[in-house]
């Protein structure tokens, strides 16, 4: 099969990893008789440099006429780059802001995954880093708190703030449906998380979410309050296999649950938006500390890519292979140094894509 796929190299490390994941994509696509033809678009300060803008018109219909957008990462050092001396809207951050709206991703996916080879780096003890786990964080991206009315005024002498937390029935609907159908390509559970205890807009989520568990009877469906999730991320994480929450929830509990896994360098994620589109990206940022020095880690986007192929292309054979590569490379002792220990044969961010590659 035939993809046509945006690519967002960006700034500083952005260009480097990227290109490890087109080299890992290109095999996959020989190997198994698909091609990926690549449209570049700029975003960014990159962008910022050539057209004046963090994102065109131009580059926006580019991305929206693709079949998925795979990106890098940008921005760059608040106070040493010019582009931090513009107001907030010409800045790089503002690119990924306006490219989030404009191609109307409403879901954002975060693995969390720990390694058997890793688990020195994850901050939980010993025997539940030992069980290890594998969960995805399923998160609303366009509603609630961070969207509802908002305002600070004085009221009878004293400086009030409001923030509204709204959320209806439709937006409710189709996260819970994301939520579902990636629980359909993995261990078939769902921890929905709400604070239904004391909120109107979690009883109503729980109500939508139970809705739509009928539709997947083979999915078992368990709520949670957040609260609870929190201590559970830390306390037995191996228990989750897909979260679904509300925007604001998601967001805290998606950092927690990186953060458990010790290894930035590692993390992928993708926004996902109607249909099977979705942006695709590594959850860090454009480390301008390492840039052009062939430091990064590429595997990251590297597993971007791979999710790519999972949730927009329905390749799950091709996405299989690509994690398996990586867990190979892993097993083989073979290290970036972000993630480098003692007796580990140490490897740039070139070397990291071809050693997967050898690996596919
Ligand atoms: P960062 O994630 O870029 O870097 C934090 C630390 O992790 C640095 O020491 C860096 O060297 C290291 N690191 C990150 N990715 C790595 C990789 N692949 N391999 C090895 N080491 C890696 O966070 P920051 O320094 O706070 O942010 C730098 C810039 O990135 C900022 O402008 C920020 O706004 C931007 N940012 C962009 C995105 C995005 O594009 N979606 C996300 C987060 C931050």
């Known amino acids: 099969m035939d993809f046509k796929v945006a690519v967002i190299p960006g700034d500083y490390i952005g260009p480097e990893i990227v290109e490890q994941a087109q080299k890992v994509l290109d095999h996959v696509g020989k190997k198994f008789g698909h091609s990926f033809n690549y449209v570049e678009v700029d975003m960014g300060g990159v962008s910022i440099d050539k057209h004046g803008v963090p994102l065109t018109d131009e580059a926006l219909e580019t991305a929206k006429s693709s079949d998925a957008v795979l990106m890098g990462s940008i921005g760059g050092r608040v106070g040493v780059d010019s582009w931090y001396q ?178 930035i360098g590692m993390l992928s994620s993708a926004s996902l938006g109607a249909g099977k589109f979705g942006l695709y990206e590594p959850s860090h940022g454009s480390a301008p500390d390492i840039a052009g020095q062939n430091k990064a880690n590429p595997i990251a986007t590297i597993l971007s890519a791979a999710m790519m192929l999972r949730y927009s292309f329905d390749l799950d054979k091709e996405a299989d292979a690509i994690e398996a590569a990586v867990q190979k490379v892993l097993e083989d002792n073979i290290r970036t140094v972000d993630i480098m220990s003692e007796g580990m044969q140490l490897v740039g961010c070139k070397e990291m894509g071809d050693c997967i590659c050898d690996r596919i």
């Open 86 to 263: 513009l107001p907030p809207h010409l800045r790089p951050e503002a690119g990924l802001l306006a490219i989030r709206k404009g191609l109307g991703l409403y879901a954002n996916l975060r693995p969390a995954y720990l390694y058997k080879e890793l688990n020195s780096a994850c901050p939980l003890k010993e025997s539940v880093a030992e069980a290890g786990f594998d969960m995805i964080i399923v998160r609303e991206l366009t509603g609630g708190l961070y969207f509802g009315e908002r305002k600070t005024e004085e009221i009878d002498g004293v400086m009030t703030a409001i923030d509204t937390l709204k959320y209806t029935e439709d937006e409710i609907r189709r996260i819970a449906i994301k939520g579902f159908e990636i629980a359909m390509k993995r261990r078939k559970h769902v921890i929905s998380v709400d604070k239904a205890n004391v909120l109107d807009s979690s009883r109503l989520w729980r109500k939508i979410v139970e809705e739509v568990a009928k539709d997947y009877p083979e999915v078992t469906l368990e709520h949670m309050l957040v609260d609870n999730c929190a201590m559970q991320l830390v306390k037995d994480p191996a228990q989750f296999d897909v979260v679904i929450t509300e925007n604001m929830f998601g967001d805290i509990l998606s950092d927690e649950a990186s953060m458990i896994t010790g290894s």
